[in-house]
């Protein structure tokens, strides 16, 4: 099972946790690498756009080609904690389609979110936010494209036919403070702010993540 996560320097944390709390949960062996900017020289040549909140809010989109557009890649979100197994969402690949992703309806007003970046609504907003990629039906997303293309673009993945987009179920990506958090939620997305963040020590479910990062400093010993 192969999981790149977005790395954002100001979350260092957060994607420390979040990989531990995938690691601590998965039945199976996973392979976790980070999509890092500092990696990226020379390949991701895309100028900084002042609607982004994120180091990693187009580089995402390299993960197939990072792959050599070959078997299947999960991208997540630093700003998440796995509540759930990774293996249950990894044996959901489904080969007729191109990618995979929770096909929210967030519809948010424009605005400031953590650390005062942009809440830029769009639609099919956050589902680029955890994918699950089909790598080799995933070719268009060279690393020029990635570099050219308008964040609409991508983000709303026009570089695909509705068809070739599935969908997965809602609880491996819950909004936090967004909408209803269910009894089964898989993965926890905090996405209007972690509690790693000052500005967000009070966000709602923050004990959850508070929680995982007590497990990675003090693991069970078995």
């Known amino acids: 099972m192969r ?18 709390s995938i690691q ?8 976790i690498a980070q999509v890092r900017l500092s990696q990226l020289e020379g390949v991701y ?20 080609w990072l ?19 990774i293996a249950e969402l990894w044996d ?9 992703v929770v096909k929210h309806q967030h ?14 609504p769009y639609e099919r907003k956050n589902w680029t936010s955890v994918m699950l990629f089909n790598c080799s039906r995933c ?6 494209l990635v570099n050219s293309a308008s964040g609409l673009h991508l983000h709303q993945l026009r570089w695909l036919k509705d068809e070739e987009i599935g969908s997965l179920p809602p609880q491996w990506n819950v909004l936090v403070g967004v909408q209803p958090v269910p009894q089964d939620a898989r993965i926890l997305h905090y996405t209007l702010g972690g509690p790693w963040f000052e500005d967000c020590k009070s966000m709602v479910l923050a004990d959850r993540w508070h929680e995982a990062h007590r497990a990675l400093n003090h693991p ?3």
């Open 3 to 20: 999981v790149f996560i977005g790395f954002d320097s100001r979350e260092g944390v957060a994607v420390n946790v979040l990989t531990d």
């Open 67 to 85: 792959c050599n557009f070959e078997g299947w890649a999960l991208f997540i979100d630093a700003d998440m904690v796995c509540l759930g197994d």
């Open 92 to 100: 959901l690949r489904d080969h007729q389609y191109a990618i995979q």
């Open 139 to 144: 070719r268009v997303l060279t690393p020029e």
């Open 45 to 64: 040549q895309r100028p900084k756009n002042p609607l982004q909140s994120t180091e990693f809010s187009f580089s995402r989109f390299l993960v197939p």
């Open 24 to 31: 601590a949960k998965a039945s199976r062996p996973v392979q």
């Open 220 to 222: 069970i010993p078995f």
């Open 107 to 120: 519809h948010c007003e424009a605005g400031l979110k953590f650390q005062g970046e942009p809440q830029t």
